[in-house]
């Protein structure tokens, strides 16, 4: 199972870390996505990291904000998230698959397993 947590109340421009922990597996050898959703609006991509931590790949909006990371030991991935404005508010779910083919990294239905969402609200 994945737990994501870490989200919570921000002022715009502050910064939030999210992380998605594994229990009863390794997310070594994983992809791991970020997705998000806000109300009324369709899940969307956010960021992922490749199986092997080598590659990582952020949806244009995000870009040189975020950043994704992996601390094996910890079986945790992190989504450091910098400079949030009020569009970035969404509940952020976190993903995992052993099996994702890089070039569909971006789809939610390349990733068999999921944790529950963390809300991250940005707001003055």
């Known amino acids: 199972q994945l737990q994501a947590s870490g989200g919570g109340l921000v002022q715009p421009g502050d910064s939030l870390r999210l992380s998605c922990v594994a229990s009863g597996r390794t997310l070594r050898g994983y992809g791991v996505g970020w997705f998000r959703q806000a109300p009324g609006k369709e899940q969307e991509f956010v960021a992922a990291?490749?199986?092997?931590?080598?590659?990582?790949s952020y949806a244009d909006s995000v870009k040189g904000r975020f950043t994704i990371s992996r601390v094996n030991a910890e079986n945790t991935v992190y989504l450091q998230m910098n400079d949030l404005k009020p569009e970035d508010a969404a509940v952020y779910s976190c993903?995992?698959?052993?099996?994702?083919?890089?070039?569909?990294?971006?789809?939610?239905?390349?990733?068999?397993?999921w944790g529950q969402g963390t809300l991250v609200t940005v707001s003055s």
């Open positions: 993903a995992a698959d052993n099996r994702i083919i890089w070039s569909s990294r971006a789809s939610a239905s390349s990733y068999d397993y």
């Open positions: 990291l490749s199986r092997t931590g080598g590659a990582a």
